[in-house]
Nanobody, 127 residues
Framework: QVQLVESGGGLVQAGASLRLSCAAS????????MGWFRQAPGKEREFVAI????????YYADSVKGRFTISRDARKNTVYLQMNSLKPEDTAVYYC????????????????????WGQGTQVTVSS
């Protein structure tokens, strides 16, 4: 079993930056991929970014490409989401997720490809 705990959310103005953290505990998960998703009020949860634990390869949603950076610290079992140039449309609850098996191509965006989820952290960007 893997437990995921997000932190780092908050209220910021447009153009500001935030860094979210996702601390993982439980089973060793060096083979997992870790992803960030977000859910705005009244909308479905959507894919934001993914990092492959062993290769550190990354992939981003078009809406955040060039502004957000996902990274991981293997020693701390922690994944980060550095968010720069935040926009009001980035307002959402942000969730991290871990996948037991390979997630590539279109599978990266599918919620049911991920086996573990955190409780979420609120990010609010004011205009």
């Amino acid at each position: 079993q893997v437990q995921l705990v997000e932190s780092g959310g908050g209220l910021v103005q447009a153009g500001a930056s935030l860094r979210l953290s996702c601390a993982a505990s439980g089973r060793t998960f060096s083979s997992y991929a870790m992803g960030w998703f977000r859910q705005a009020p009244g909308k479905e949860r959507e894919f934001v970014a993914i990092i492959y634990w062993s290769s550190t390869g990354t992939y981003y949603a078009d809406s955040v490409k060039g502004r957000f950076t996902i990274s991981r610290d293997a020693r701390k079992n922690t994944v980060y989401l550095q968010m720069n140039s935040l926009k009001p449309e980035d307002t959402a609850v942000y969730y991290c997720a871990a996948a037991d098996g390979p997630v590539y191509g279109s599978s990266r965006r599918k919620l049911d490809e991920y086996d573990y989820w955190g409780q979420g952290t609120q990010v609010t960007v004011s205009s």
